[in-house]
T-cell receptor, first 112, second 115 residues
Framework: GDSVTQTEGQVALSEEDFLTIHCNYS??????LFWYVQYPGEGPQLLFR?????EKGSSRGFEATYDKGTTSFHLRKASVQESDSAVYYC???????????FGAGTKLTIKP | DPKIIQKPKYLVAVTGSEKILICEQY?????MYWYRQSAKKPLEFMFS???????DNQTASSRFQPQSSKKNHLDLQITALKPDDSATYFC??????????????FGEGSKLTVL
């Protein structure tokens, strides 16, 4: 079945640091890839998505590029802020399947 | 204003009892879902519905029963509660079922604690 692997369970950075959260996926078809963000006490919300190989998704300074060759969709941000502290989920949905499969999530903590 | 309303936000139940989690969405979407979030499995798909029809069920236990009285309602009945059922249950919706491009919108969750 489909699966998403996020290698970092927790990341702690200082403001203005560079962020990378790694995401690799396994799917039988050609999935759409997502990054969701979840703030405390809220449900996850979409950060951005990408549907094709080499497509870059971006929002609020975060970006990720769909790489079919390495089956990856790594999240990056050049300069993080304290307000970016949240849990980030990489996810995928394969065509014809409304089930979105989420990774385990990465808790990002930014120290002021 | 929240577009997906989940009630109650918090609930405590005793082992063996039954609870119903309520979900209503006001986004005009045709597909609705339940996900469960716990320490063991961060975001786990449970059910999907489209136009009030069950499309996918990934929940092994029949103790979990979704109920859809209207297109914008998808409640979740849980019977014979166990401590392992303790989790936050998220309702979500999307414009349509099927196709890889759709986006999920989540409610704020109902946090269930089973003693």
């Amino acid at each position: 079945g489909d699966s998403v692997t996020q290698t970092e369970g927790q990341v702690a950075l200082s403001e203005e640091d560079f962020l990378t959260i790694h995401c690799n996926y396994s799917a039988s078809g050609y999935p759409t890839l997502f990054w969701y963000v979840q703030y405390p006490g809220e449900g996850p919300q979409l950060l951005f998505r990408a549907s094709r190989d080499k497509e870059k998704g971006s929002s609020r300074g975060f970006e990720a590029t769909y790489d079919k060759g390495t089956t990856s969709f790594h999240l990056r941000k050049a300069s993080v802020q304290e307000s970016d502290s949240a849990v980030y989920y990489c996810a995928l949905r394969d065509y014809g399947n409304e089930k979105i499969t989420f990774g385990a999530g990465t808790k990002l903590t930014i120290k002021p | 204003d929240p577009k997906i309303i989940q009630k109650p936000k918090y609930l405590v139940a005793v082992t063996g009892s039954e609870k119903i989690l309520i979900c209503e969405q006001y986004l005009g979407h045709n597909a609705m879902y339940w996900y469960r979030q716990s320490a063991k499995k961060p975001l786990e798909f449970m059910f999907s519905y489209s136009y009030q029809k069950l499309m996918d069920n990934q929940t092994a236990s029949s103790r979990f029963q979704p109920q859809s009285s209207k297109k914008n309602h998808l409640d979740l009945q849980i019977t014979a509660l166990k401590p392992d059922d303790s989790a936050t249950y998220f309702c979500a919706s999307s414009q349509d079922w099927g196709g890889a491009g759709g986006q999920l919108y989540f409610g704020e969750g109902s946090k269930l604690t089973v003693l």
